[in-house]
């Protein structure tokens, strides 16, 4: 069992090696905790870069894989986080899991607008540019959930390389959708995406951008018939 991240940025590797940068720190840290990173730079759309991770690193299916955010500081040891992953992807029929999400999902298709109405939310996120400065955004306990926000998500090979990963042709933009894109399809499929207590600190306002928006109606479309989607 390998255990790989995949990172989409638009850094470059003397950013992602500097020991002063956010993305060169996540580096350092999952490289110490026997990660092996991957930074699929100057990717098309986000789904490319993943796509393209995947096929770096030939993944199989025993295989453990991060897909993540470039700006994203983690905020418990190496050997407590491989034990929070480990703990989390050997239990059975468990599609993805990550730090935030909800149990509910309704044609708004937000997940956090989603949770907030209905108290469905899972998880939590801190939000800011430092360890001091930085809020805390809890969303509601731990436990199964529809969909799981993209800043983190963690899946086996045999679930990544059993949904679609590629950019569905509806969408306009790259950068938005891939996590509810991917989480509900193992949803449908009937695994468990499960959201657990790992602490991070995401260095974003975690304020959606125009796009995200904009592109709602065709993703809609696409997803409308396993709607609303409810934990099993």
Known sequence: MNKY?????????AECLS??????KLNSYLQDAGWKVHFSRNAKSIFD?????????GVGPDDYVILCHDDIEILVNPTNFNSIISNALSKQNIGFIGVAGTSYLDDTLSWFHCAMRNKTGCGYINHGTSITSMRLDYFGNQGKSVVIDGVFLAATGKVLNSIRVAKPSVLQYNWAWYDTYYTLQTHKKGLTNLVVNLPIRHDSTGRYNPEYWDDLPRFKELVKEILPAVVR
């Not at 991240?5 to 590797?13: A, G, H, L, Y």
């Not at 870069?49 to 690193?57: D, V, W």
């Open 49 to 57: 870069a993943h796509s393209e991770g995947l096929k770096h690193f």
């Open 19 to 24: 020991q002063e940068t956010t993305v060169g």
């Open 5 to 13: 991240v995949i990172i989409p940025t638009m850094k470059t590797e």
